[in-house]
Every structure is written in C-alpha cells, then in structure tokens.
C-alpha cells in the first residue's frame, strides 16, 4: 500500500513511471487540478507564418509533413507506453480505482483515442514519393495537413491534461482510498464472517428441517391420539362428570357458613350422590372408590344442616323475636337445606319439624295469652236480663246491677244497632295492639274484642298455615293439617275461652250476631287464601255463637210474653201487667207503645245484620217467634181499649210505626218481614 512521502524514499521508487509525454513551451506549468486549459478543451495554438506560395520549395513542405507525422507517432507512442505501463503486484490500478469511485469508464476511453491516434498515423515518408495529394493542391494539402497536426495536438493535450488529472485527483483523494481499501478489507472480513455463518445456517438449516419432519411425524401421532382421547372422552366424560366432584365445593361444604354459596355446594354434592346411586356399579369401578367419600360428606353435610336449624328454633324462644321474619329469613330461605335433610334422614328431619311444632306452639299460645290479658283491660259495655225488649224501662232503671251504675244510662242503647254495624263493614281497619290496648280508655262493645282477637289469630294462622305447606313441602296434606293442628290447637282453645267469655254474660243479641258475621268473614278468608286446616276452629266458634243467639231471642221472647201475662185474680191486674190503669182506660190514646218502637229498633238491627244471610241460619225462626210474641202483647194491650175503631187505630198505628223502622233493610229476611206487616198494616187500616 502506498504512503504519503513513499516516493521520496530511495528505497521506495515510484509505483509508476512519470508519463513521457513532452511539455511543450506553451505549457511550462501543469495546470491547476480539476482545471480545464482553454475554451473548447484545448490548449491555444501558437500563432504561425508560413507562406505557402508557388515560390516555397517542395522540400520544405515535404520536411515539414514528415517532422509533422513522426511527431503525431512520438505521441501516440507515449500515450500507449502510459496506458500499457505494469502496475507492481499488491496495488491496484489507479485507472481501475476512479473508475470505481467516478462510476465510468477510463480506459476504454484513453484506448480509444489511442486507437484514434494510430490511426491517423501518417505513412512512412522515408519514401517522398510515395506521398498522396489526394488530388488537391500543394496549398490545399498543407492547410489540411494543418489542421490535422492541430487536432492531433490538441488530442495529445488532452490526453495529458487527463493523465496529469487523474494522478493529481488520486494523490488528493489517496487519503479517502486509502480508508476506502480499508473498508473494502472489513468488509472482506465481514463477507467471511457472513459466509462462515451461512453455511452454518445451511446445516442448522438442515438439521431443522430433519426436526420439523419429526415433529410432523410426532404431529400426525398426536392428532390420532387426540381423537381417540376424544372418542373415549365422549362415552367417559359424563361418567367422569358424575362421579368427580371439586376440592373447593367439599372443603366448603365441610368448613364453610351456611349462606347461598353453601347451599349452591350443597346441591352439586347432592347431584354427584344421585348420580352414583344410579349407576352400577359392578360396571363403573370409580363409583366404588367414589360412594363411600360422598356417604361420609352427605352425614356432615346433615349434621350441618341440624346445627343450623336448631339454632334458628332457638332464635324464636328469644325474648322479643319475631317468628315471621326469622321464618323468612332463616327457614324458607333455606328450605332446600330441609329437603335435603328428609330425603337423606328422615328421622333426624322429623325431630327437627316437632321442635319447631313446640317451639311455634309455645310462641303463639304466649303471644295471644298477653294479647288477650291486654284486651281485657277494655271497657265494655254490659247488658243483662233487664236490657230485654219487654223490660219495663223503670224497671230496668230500679234494678241496674251495682256494677254498671257506673255507666251512664244513655251511654249506649241497647236495641239500637247505630254505628256498630261499621265494625263488620270495615273489615280492612288495623287491630289494636297490646300496647294501645293497655291505653285504650273508651268503653267498648263485645264484638270489638271479639274481632280483634280472631283477625289477629285468623292472620297468624294462615301466614303459619302457608309456611308450613311451603317449608314441609315433602309432606302430604293431611300430614301438615295435622302439624299445623298440633301448632295451633291451644291457640285455638285460648281463643274459644275468650269468645264464650265474651258472650255467656251478656243478653246483647246484635253484639253476639255480630260476632257471628265476623266468623263467617274469616271462614271466607281462609277459604280466599286456601287455608282449610282452621275450619274446625270456625266451626267450633259457630257452635258457641248460635246456640248463644237462640238463647238471647228467647230471653227477649220471654220478656214479651211475662209483659202480656194475665194478673191472677182480677182485672185490675190485667191492666196493671199492661201498663194500663181502670181509672185511664177511657182515656187511653191510640199511639204507639214505648216496646213498639224498641221492638222494631231491635228488628231492624237484626234484619241489618242478615241481608246476605242463608236459609239454614236459625235467625228467621228465631226472629219469627220475637215476632209472634209482640203481636200477642199487642193484641193483649188492644184488649183493654173498649172503642173498636180506636182498637184498631192503636194496632195500626204500632204496626206502620214498626214497618217504618225497618223499610230501609234489604235483603230476603227484610223483605219478609216487611211483607208481614205490611199486611198487618191493611189489615187494621181504617176503612
């Protein structure tokens, strides 16, 4: 490689010979580098004076010419001898490195104008005559002569202006070919490397292909094992499915609270029990090493399930609990448990349902017990055998008990139904509680306490009633009629206690009618919400209400008839049991008797309370020996007016006055009864 100074070494000569081409006296100095001589790429030609005339002697012109051709020979010569010159070995030529760097062509082109200068070589002129004018004049002939001479120079010059170009641009730019040749050494070095390294890959290349056919092989093989794995998954995957059963849902079932997750375990483990028990297992081998396990889980799951609902029994024997909301909350959300339970162990399920009977009977008889002993805190109003109709009013005020003198006399009325009708009319309105039982201060009548305690009973009946057919649901319906029987009968002894209560001591028949109608609403109600196990308490209750009733009638009957009873002796009597006297028969008005009017407030009540009433009750019956009885006292006591027609008067005058008081009654008994007098009315009509 070349340095910088190498050739003024002696011990380094030249790589290269300094072209032989000659300097001409015009061009003393070498031009600049990358600067052309000249417009047109060509030296200046010397000015010359030659005189071409017929005078000029044929051997000047022909010297000339010859000096003029061996010349144009010398420097073709010299052009060849520098394009020709040996390059030592281990350096590339400089030619070939600009033809590198400038992307052209330079030595064909010095070739060609080489070639170009051979061929315009002038012939041997050793032999003058030999020279061809080629027709022209000697004139002629040297002026072309000229002009080639000056073209071949101006070759000549070109051709040196380039090679001194091309050694000057090398020698400036040898710096960059020098890094140039050291990059071309690098990359040398890196084509190695990359050809070491492609063949490498080549037989990496080779080895994994051998793999990839392996692994198609091993593919193949796979493929054909996945399908006869999911061929047998096919016929194994629900026997699998069956048996198998997760760590989590075991451990949670083992270890964790009963809540909405426990029971959704709960039901998985109870599917797998199911599933196992259906297969057989002589064929399934799994199902023997599987039952046992799933036995052992179904008797913890069990003692679970009774630990949970024993503590909710418990929780109803707390002071202040509320059994509906812990029904709710504890026992029909998690009926599934119960289920459960009986289908697995019945007997521990049935012990479990009698705890609750005791528990739940206990709690009802308790609560009602209060509920009762806070509703007899309630004044009532008591009515006796002198609130009769044929009671004489001075009477009644002569033989008030010494217990009622604390009521006032027209406090209440007892053969007027009022208002009391609105208790069986509003049927929606809230029952008192024991708290506002305890405050109540107003005086009440029978059928108050009465509705209040069977529509609080009738409405904790049917919420148990449903509970226990929706919470023992895998038991018939004689089975839990008998469980809610067995709930509820002390209950429903404590409650016909306080209806007879209610009713034995009193003679108000619209009170204990009222009654009556209030059981009929709740029969209706159980029948609505489908609650038939507490018909035999309503039916029980009817069996102390009527016979009551019929009681009640005939008491007032009785009253009638002893007002129309016969004085023994004499006449005078008579009149005394009539209200009349001897001295004041004459005088006696045909207007209507103080009973009358008492007799048709007590119908009228009676008829009110029976406008949706049956033919099989016993108060038409009843109603028509009242009836009987105080047409007997009337007639008796128009027996003691001696003018017919004043008689008469005073029948009809009692009978319009009743058919007034009950013409705004309906229904089928009303429409009787006003039918009857009706006819009484024109019968004793004056004519």
């Given at each position: 490689m070349w340095r910088p100074g190498?050739?003024?070494?002696p011990a380094n000569p030249p790589a290269r010979e300094v072209s032989p081409l000659p300097l001409h006296s015009n061009q003393a100095s070498s031009p600049l580098p990358g600067r052309r001589p000249g417009p047109g790429g060509r030296p200046p030609l010397s000015h010359r004076t030659s005189s071409l005339s017929l005078a000029s002697s044929t051997n000047a012109s022909t010297t000339s010419l010859s000096s003029s051709m061996r010349g144009q020979n010398q420097l073709s010569h010299g052009i060849r001898r520098a394009a020709t010159v040996q390059v030592p070995p281990g350096i590339r030529d400089p030619l070939d490195?600009?033809?590198?760097?400038?992307?052209?062509?330079?030595?064909?082109?010095?070739?060609?104008?080489?070639?170009?200068?051979?061929?315009?070589?002038?012939?041997?002129?050793?032999?003058e005559e030999g020279i061809d004018f080629g027709g022209l004049s000697l004139e002629e002939f040297v002026v072309r002569e000229?002009?080639?001479?000056?073209?071949?120079?101006?070759?000549?010059?070109?051709?040196r202006n380039h090679s001194v170009n091309t050694l000057v641009d090398y020698e400036r730019e040898q710096g960059k070919f020098v890094d140039l040749h050291r990059s071309i050494k690098a990359c040398d070095e890196v084509l190695k490397s990359v050809e070491s390294y492609l063949y490498?890959?080549?037989?990496?290349?080779?080895?994994?292909?051998?793999?990839i056919e392996t692994l198609q092989n091993r593919s193949t093989n796979l493929n054909k094992r996945l399908d006869n794995r999911k061929n047998v998954e096919k016929m194994l995957g629900p026997v699998v499915e069956d048996v198998a059963l997760s760590p989590s849902v075991i451990r949670r079932i083992v270890e964790g609270d009963v809540n909405d997750s426990w029971v959704k375990a709960l039901k998985e483990a109870d599917r797998k029990m199911k599933a196992i028990e259906a297969l057989?297992?002589?064929?399934?081998?799994?199902?023997?090493?599987?039952?046992?396990?799933?036995?052992?889980?179904?008797?913890?799951?069990?003692?679970r399930v009774r630990d949970f609902f024993v503590t909710k029994i418990k929780a109803i024997r707390v002071p202040g609990a509320n059994a509906h909301v812990i029904q709710q909350q504890g026992f029909i959300r998690y009926k599934e448990l119960f289920l459960f339970m009986a289908t697995h162990h019945a007997q521990l399920a049935e012990e479990i349902g009698q705890a609750y009977i005791n528990t739940m009977r206990w709690y009802y008889l308790s609560h009602f017990q209060r509920y009762n002993t806070a509703l007899q805190k309630l004044k009532l109003h008591t009515m006796d055998k002198h609130?009769?109709?044929?009671?004489?009013?001075?009477?009644?005020?002569?033989?008030?008990?010494?217990s009622l003198k604390s009521v006032p006399a027209s406090s209440y009325d007892p053969f007027n139904i009022g208002r009391r009708i609105d208790t069986l009319k509003n049927r929606t309105a809230p029952i008192l509680t024991s708290h506002l039982a305890e405050?109540?201060?107003?005086?009440?009548?029978?059928?108050?306490?009465?509705?209040?305690?069977?529509?609080?009973?009738?409405?904790?009946?049917?919420?148990?009633?449903?509970?226990?057919?929706?919470?023992?649901?895998?038991?018939?319906?004689?089975?839990?009629?008998?469980?809610?029987?067995?709930?509820?009968?002390?209950?429903f002894t404590l409650a016909q206690s306080v209806t007879k209560q209610l009713i034995d001591s009193t003679i108000d028949c619209h009170g204990v009618l009222l009654c009556v109608r209030l059981n009929q609403y709740s029969a209706f109600e159980m029948q609505k919400r489908r609650v038939p196990a507490a018909?035999?308490?309503?039916?029980?209750?009817?069996?102390?209400?009527?016979?009551?009733?019929?009681?009640?009638?005939?008491?007032?009957?009785?009253?009638?008839?002893?007002?129309?009873?016969?004085?023994?002796?004499?006449?005078?009597?008579?009149?005394?049991?009539?209200?009349l006297s001897a001295t004041n028969t004459a005088k006696q008005s045909a207007a209507p008797h103080f009973l009358t009017q008492r007799f048709a407030c007590f119908v009228q009540g009676i008829l009110a309370l029976s406008s949706e009433a049956g033919d099989d009750e016993p108060v038409a019956n009843s109603l028509g020996r009242l009836r009987g009885d105080f047409e007997t006292f009337l007639t008796k006591l128009s027996a003691g007016i001696s003018e017919k027609g004043k008689r008469e008067r005073f029948l009809f005058n009692n009978y319009s006055l009743v058919l007034t008081i009950i013409s705004d009654t309906d229904g089928k008994l009303a429409n009787e009864q006003k039918a009857h007098f009706e006819a009484l009315k024109k019968t004793f009509e004056s004519k």
């Amino acid at each position: 490689m070349w340095r910088p100074g190498a050739w003024n070494n002696p011990a380094n000569p030249p790589a290269r010979e300094v072209s032989p081409l000659p300097l001409h006296s015009n061009q003393a100095s070498s031009p600049l580098p990358g600067r052309r001589p000249g417009p047109g790429g060509r030296p200046p030609l010397s000015h010359r004076t030659s005189s071409l005339s017929l005078a000029s002697s044929t051997n000047a012109s022909t010297t000339s010419l010859s000096s003029s051709m061996r010349g144009q020979n010398q420097l073709s010569h010299g052009i060849r001898r520098a394009a020709t010159v040996q390059v030592p070995p281990g350096i590339r030529d400089p030619l070939d490195v600009l033809e590198g760097i400038l992307g052209v062509q330079l030595k064909a082109g010095m070739e060609a104008e080489i070639d170009d200068l051979e061929i315009g070589e002038a012939p041997d002129l050793g032999d003058e005559e030999g020279i061809d004018f080629g027709g022209l004049s000697l004139e002629e002939f040297v002026v072309r002569e000229e002009r080639q001479e000056a073209e071949n120079k101006q070759m000549q010059i070109r051709a040196r202006n380039h090679s001194v170009n091309t050694l000057v641009d090398y020698e400036r730019e040898q710096g960059k070919f020098v890094d140039l040749h050291r990059s071309i050494k690098a990359c040398d070095e890196v084509l190695k490397s990359v050809e070491s390294y492609l063949y490498s890959f080549q037989t990496d290349l080779g080895v994994v292909s051998a793999e990839i056919e392996t692994l198609q092989n091993r593919s193949t093989n796979l493929n054909k094992r996945l399908d006869n794995r999911k061929n047998v998954e096919k016929m194994l995957g629900p026997v699998v499915e069956d048996v198998a059963l997760s760590p989590s849902v075991i451990r949670r079932i083992v270890e964790g609270d009963v809540n909405d997750s426990w029971v959704k375990a709960l039901k998985e483990a109870d599917r797998k029990m199911k599933a196992i028990e259906a297969l057989d297992s002589r064929k399934v081998k799994a199902a023997q090493d599987v039952k046992p396990e799933l036995e052992r889980l179904t008797h913890k799951a069990i003692e679970r399930v009774r630990d949970f609902f024993v503590t909710k029994i418990k929780a109803i024997r707390v002071p202040g609990a509320n059994a509906h909301v812990i029904q709710q909350q504890g026992f029909i959300r998690y009926k599934e448990l119960f289920l459960f339970m009986a289908t697995h162990h019945a007997q521990l399920a049935e012990e479990i349902g009698q705890a609750y009977i005791n528990t739940m009977r206990w709690y009802y008889l308790s609560h009602f017990q209060r509920y009762n002993t806070a509703l007899q805190k309630l004044k009532l109003h008591t009515m006796d055998k002198h609130d009769t109709v044929g009671q004489d009013e001075p009477a009644r005020r002569n033989n008030l008990l010494p217990s009622l003198k604390s009521v006032p006399a027209s406090s209440y009325d007892p053969f007027n139904i009022g208002r009391r009708i609105d208790t069986l009319k509003n049927r929606t309105a809230p029952i008192l509680t024991s708290h506002l039982a305890e405050e109540d201060r107003m005086t009440h009548y029978p059928e108050v306490v009465f509705r209040h305690f069977n529509v609080a009973l009738v409405e904790n009946a049917s919420a148990e009633y449903l509970f226990i057919t929706d919470f023992f649901a895998h038991k018939t319906y004689d089975q839990a009629s008998a469980m809610f029987s067995a709930l509820f009968t002390p209950t429903f002894t404590l409650a016909q206690s306080v209806t007879k209560q209610l009713i034995d001591s009193t003679i108000d028949c619209h009170g204990v009618l009222l009654c009556v109608r209030l059981n009929q609403y709740s029969a209706f109600e159980m029948q609505k919400r489908r609650v038939p196990a507490a018909d035999a308490y309503i039916n029980a209750t009817n069996m102390l209400l009527w016979p009551r009733f019929q009681i009640v009638m005939d008491a007032h009957c009785e009253s009638l008839r002893k007002s129309s009873l016969v004085g023994v002796g004499s006449a005078r009597g008579q009149m005394s049991a009539l209200g009349l006297s001897a001295t004041n028969t004459a005088k006696q008005s045909a207007a209507p008797h103080f009973l009358t009017q008492r007799f048709a407030c007590f119908v009228q009540g009676i008829l009110a309370l029976s406008s949706e009433a049956g033919d099989d009750e016993p108060v038409a019956n009843s109603l028509g020996r009242l009836r009987g009885d105080f047409e007997t006292f009337l007639t008796k006591l128009s027996a003691g007016i001696s003018e017919k027609g004043k008689r008469e008067r005073f029948l009809f005058n009692n009978y319009s006055l009743v058919l007034t008081i009950i013409s705004d009654t309906d229904g089928k008994l009303a429409n009787e009864q006003k039918a009857h007098f009706e006819a009484l009315k024109k019968t004793f009509e004056s004519k």
